[in-house]
Antibody, heavy 120, light 106 residues
Framework: QVQLVESGGGVVQPGKPLTLSCVASGFIFSSYSMHWVRQAPGKGLEWVAVISFDETHEYYAGSVKGRFTISRDNSRNRMSLQMSSLRPEDTGVYYC?????????????WGQGTPVTVSS | SYDLTQPPSVSVSPGQTASITCSGDNLEDKYVYWYQQRPGHSPVLVISLDTRRPSGIPERFSGSNSGNTATLTISGTQALDEADYYCQTWDSNTGIFGGGTRLTVL
């Protein structure tokens, strides 16, 4: 069965960096685009970033562009989100989600999420 | 930027039909996806490509998209359908979510 397991969340001071990871299993990782979606406490879902199945395309939400970098290692079934210059408004649960071969479709499987708190 | 608008809340009696709308400019020109999120859980895809139900999603869930409005319909609503529902689409290589609708079954 498809499994997505996020890790790396925690408490970090404003302006500091943090890297999240997502390990996938149960499917051919290299055939699917992968996404990060976040949810601030008590708020709705916000799409953050996507990386294409072959790493040739990356797209970001305007709120994180220039500060976050998405990457993947198809040999290790792993995706990462490098977050820099973190702000309090980046606080929330970060979900890893599977897309399809095309990057602009649905998110059909989600991880359990990893919480990030940006606070001094 | 492109926006999707959902009502904050919808209430329905058990066994009745619930309709949750999602509005956006010329939304019918885009594909819309719907997600269910129960409290304390990760989102689950319930409708794909406007109208398609993924495997394992009950038949009581259906979707439509016409004009500026997409609609998620839940027929014969059950207590376990009580959750937050989000519509989602894509615009200029950016994923867009609606603000979410809290469905209350009472």
């Amino acid at each position: 069965q498809v499994q997505l397991v996020e890790s790396g969340g925690g408490v970090v001071q404003p302006g500091k960096p943090l890297t999240l990871s997502c390990v996938a299993s149960g499917f051919i990782f290299s055939s699917y685009s992968m996404h990060w979606v976040r949810q601030a406490p008590g708020k709705g879902l916000e799409w953050v970033a996507v990386i294409s199945f072959d790493e040739t395309h990356e797209y970001y939400a305007g709120s994180v562009k220039g500060r976050f970098t998405i990457s993947r290692d198809n040999s290790r079934n792993r995706m990462s989100l490098q977050m820099s210059s973190l702000r309090p408004e980046d606080t929330g649960v970060y979900y890893c989600a599977r897309g399809s071969r095309s990057y602009n479709t649905e998110f059909d499987y989600w991880g359990q999420g990893t919480p990030v708190t940006v606070s001094s | 930027s492109y926006d999707l608008t959902q009502p904050p809340s919808v209430s329905v009696s058990p066994g009745q039909t619930a309709s949750i709308t999602c509005s956006g400019d010329n939304l019918e020109d885009k594909y819309v996806y719907w997600y269910q999120q129960r409290p304390g859980h990760s989102p689950v895809l319930v409708i794909s490509l406007d109208t398609r139900r993924p495997s394992g999603i009950p038949e009581r869930f259906s979707g439509s998209n016409s004009g500026n409005t997409a609609t998620l319909t839940i027929s014969g609503t059950q207590a376990l359908d009580e959750a937050d529902y989000y519509c989602q689409t894509w615009d200029s290589n950016t994923g867009i979510f609606g603000g979410g609708t809290r469905l209350t079954v009472l």
